[in-house]
């Protein structure tokens, strides 16, 4: 009768309670892992750049004089540098993205392969990009060497040049990049009101006035994503550095992320503290991004509760 | 529609359109061709400069052999597979929870735990790597397909999860409401009635997580080093070194990375864009 009683009192508990402690479990295994493997090692690495650090013998407490060498370090403002150039010119996929998007906007005979076609850059490793693009550049077995001997540039090499090499990378970078802006554009385009648009037509507007006062406000979501995309990839750029230029000529070609990935993790040399400053200082750079879009998704959700 | 359709233009433009259309997918294409192209070269071809001429001999078929009997490349591409199919299926499993957790429930904590997935989403992987690698060396894993799953697993939950409670938070709650009233447990409302609707959402992480771990190539160059458990993005890499001026070799070698998430993209094209669009936000 006890015994009953209090299975049927804990099944009660339960059926109460049910609601409240069902989203911790659902919750549990993601968020724990997530917590191990990406929310901590935040903090660690951060911790980290305090210390200097081989990886194996233990760390000594330096403050902040792995901030201070990096003052210093002229490969640092390299790298800082050429991160900017990224962030620019990394940034012209999102019109090229755009102007392609509208040119294959059209229903006509087999436009659906050629979208395709155009797209599937996007799913090729760059690591491939990378390497199809280092031996186009080549000086004299590549594909661009003819144009060069033409414009009297004879066996001038790209990616060894400290002037070139940065935006050699950048340009097949932008390979794929416009691929992933088109996409959301083409996207965009076909979730556009048909409505507004005819209804601009009637008012009389054409062509560029249609276009920059009707169809780029309705693409407000497309163009946002294809920013937040293109900037994360431009300050994530290692890929395509280690493939094509590991940084050189002189780390003339380096970008933050890669810098970090030297300094603690190669032959160069095994300075976690050192890189761990590097790192946190990008991570520093991402945050404003990151912080933008999460106030963004909060004015949304509000928008969306209210 | 904009821009206007093409066939309420003048002929002219028409005809126009329909001559650059091709001319721009061959420039665009350049690049693939060339692989292609000098994936069917001999040596001879490579060392004459004979890049966009006829080839003078037709060697895929001797490539491929050389590419797959003397390098590691048939390792490289199961390791790719063994690395990419079990994060998708873990990534996936744990974002359906996470994402119906965030979705379904209001509790206070609830968006931050949502911010809190999305910003580790973005974060550089700089910022995570000395930590992660640690880890990884401290649970014996370090240099095993394990550990790298295991970090692609929690790392794709982040992003999984803003997909995942961004599409179940678009279902009808009443369906929810009406099975809570049932007396269905919790439980049973995730398993019969969430999971079975989010079957599209299933379909565009899959495709979408597939071709993000398959071309991973940082995490596994900082958590793998032998050839044994190496996927092929860090093996093309090596062979690299090794080849230097082999280009037909590394062609072919590129086209075979290349070949499973562009099947992967041709068929299952509708999930992919719909994945991209509607979580889309990722480098």
Redesign the interface.
């Known amino acids: 009768m006890e015994l009953n009683n209090s299975k049927a009192k804990r099944i009660t508990w339960w059926q109460k309670n049910q609601v409240k402690i069902s989203p911790w479990i659902f919750l549990a295994p993601g968020l724990i892992f997530f917590s191990i493997y990406v929310i901590a090692p935040i903090f660690v690495s951060i911790g980290i750049s305090f210390y200097q650090w081989d990886g194996l013998s233990p760390s000594i407490y330096v403050g902040l004089q792995n901030y201070i060498e990096l003052l210093d370090d002229e490969y640092f403002y390299i790298s800082l540098w050429n991160n900017l150039k990224w962030l620019i010119f990394f940034m012209l996929a999102v019109p090229i993205g755009l102007g392609l998007a509208i040119f294959l906007n059209q229903i006509v005979f087999g436009i659906r392969l050629i979208k395709s076609l155009f797209f599937f850059p996007f799913v090729i490793s760059q690591v491939v990009i990378g390497l199809i693009f280092t031996w186009f550049y080549q000086p004299n077995y590549g594909v661009i060497a003819p144009f060069l001997n033409f414009i009297g540039l004879e066996g001038f090499s790209i990616l060894a040049n400290e002037n070139t090499a940065t935006y050699g990378i950048i340009f097949a970078g932008l390979y794929p990049q416009i691929a992933y802006c088109l996409i959301l554009y083409l996207t965009g385009l076909n979730n556009i009101n048909p409505e507004q648009i005819e209804a601009g037509r009637m008012d009389g507007a054409k062509g560029f006035h249609l276009f920059w006062n009707i169809v780029l406000p309705q693409l407000r979501h497309a163009t946002f994503l294809a920013i937040v995309v293109t900037v994360i990839g431009a300050l994530r750029s290692f890929d395509m550095v280690a493939i094509m230029t590991q940084g050189g000529p002189y780390g003339y070609s380096n970008v933050l992320a890669y810098y970090m990935f030297e300094q603690a993790l190669s032959e160069y040399g095994y300075r976690m503290g050192y890189g761990s400053a590097i790192a946190t200082v990008l991570f520093t750079i991402m945050m404003f991004y990151i912080l933008f879009f999460i106030y963004r998704m909060y004015r949304n959700e509000r928008e969306d509760n209210n | ?3 206007t ?3 309420q233009r003048p002929i002219v433009n028409q005809y126009v ?2 001559i650059f ?2 001319i ?2 061959i420039i ?5 061709f ?2 292609l192209m ?1 994936s069917i070269r001999g040596l001879g071809d ?1 060392t004459a ?1 004979n ?2 001429g006829t080839p003078s001999e037709f060697l895929l078929f001797s490539n491929l052999y050389d590419v797959f009997t003397n390098t590691p490349m048939i390792k490289y591409t199961l390791n790719s597979f063994k690395v990419t199919i079990p994060t998708m299926l873990g990534a996936v499993a ?2 359906c ?2 994402g ?3 979705a ?2 209001k ?1 206070k904590t ?2 931050i ?1 949502f ?6 989403n ?14 990884t060396f401290k649970i014996g894993l370090y240099n095993t397909i394990t550990g790298l799953v ?2 692609h ?3 794709q ?2 992003f999984c ?1 803003l997909f995942m409670r961004n599409f179940i938070k678009a279902l009808p709650q009443e369906l929810i409401e009406a099975a ?1 009233m049932d007396g269905a ?3 049973r409302i ?1 398993w019969k009635i969430i999971l079975p609707l989010t079957r599209p959402a299933i379909a565009a992480l899959c495709v979408l997580i597939f ?1 993000f771990i ?2 991973d ?2 995490w596994a ?2 958590l793998i080093q032998g050839d044994h458990a190496m996927p092929i ?2 093996g ?2 090596s062979l ?1 070194g090794q080849w230097i ?1 082999a ?1 037909h070799l ?1 062609s072919t070698g ?1 086209i075979v ?2 070949i499973p ?2 099947i ?3 068929l299952m ?1 509708k999930h ?2 719909a994945g ?2 509607l979580g ?4």
Do not use: C
Not at chain 2, 115 to 120: D, E, L, S, W
């Open positions: 529609m904009f821009p359709p093409i066939h359109y329909k259309l091709p721009s997918l665009w294409l350049i690049p693939i060339g692989i000098t490579i400069g890049m966009w744990l974002s929870m996470t119906f957790a965030l379904n429930y509790f609830n968006l735990i911010f809190i997935f999305i910003a580790g973005f974060v550089p992987f700089q910022i995570l790597m000395i930590p992660v690698r640690d880890l295991l970090f697993v929690a790392f939950t982040g999860t809570r447990s919790e439980f995730f071709t398959w071309n190539y940082f160059t900082v993005t860090a093309l890499k690299n001026t280009y590394l590129s990375a290349a998430p562009v992967m993209f041709f094209q992919f864009i991209l669009t889309a936000t990722k480098g």
